[in-house]
């Protein structure tokens, strides 16, 4: 498949989560570039300068929020979507994305097709993938 040349960001403590969501994105013609929790991923965002990032709510040293909230407040990455992920699925989580500037919620585990709508609806339209 020819890659889009839209490059996405997935920030997840777990190995399993980063590589489904490594795998269905890869398949679908993106970039991928993975982090291990938001130390890492604040390390690689200005060498990959993405479209859009999915953030994994529960991590270690730096959570979701704070790590959404960094790029938030980046003037570089203010406008890049990102989506925040969770195995809650609770109202509080959704609210509290929303204050720190997330653009979405993902429950997890995420089906391949639940992943693709996120990045079609949320992806900036001048980047987007052309079917």
């Known amino acids: 498949m020819q890659a889009t040349g839209l490059t996405i960001m997935v920030i997840d403590d777990s190995n399993t989560i980063r590589r489904s969501a490594e795998i269905f994105l890869s398949q679908a013609g993106y ?3 993975l982090a291990e929790d938001g130390f890492d991923a ?4 200005n060498d990959h300068h993405p479209a859009l990032v999915f953030c994994d709510i529960l991590m270690p040293r730096l959570d979701g929020y704070q790590t959404c909230a960094l790029i938030k407040k980046s003037a570089r990455f203010h406008a890049t979507p990102v989506v ?3 195995s809650k699925d609770g109202l509080f989580d959704r ?3 929303a204050m720190v500037g997330s653009s979405a919620y993902l429950t997890k585990p995420f089906s391949k097709d639940s992943l693709l709508a996120v ?3 949320h992806a900036p ?3 987007r993938a052309r079917p």
């Open 119 to 121: 990045v079609r609806e």
């Open 125 to 127: 339209a001048d980047e």
């Open 42 to 45: 604040l390390a690689k965002i």
């Open 31 to 33: 970039q991928v570039v």
């Open 84 to 86: 925040m992920l969770s």
């Open 95 to 97: 609210a509290r994305g």
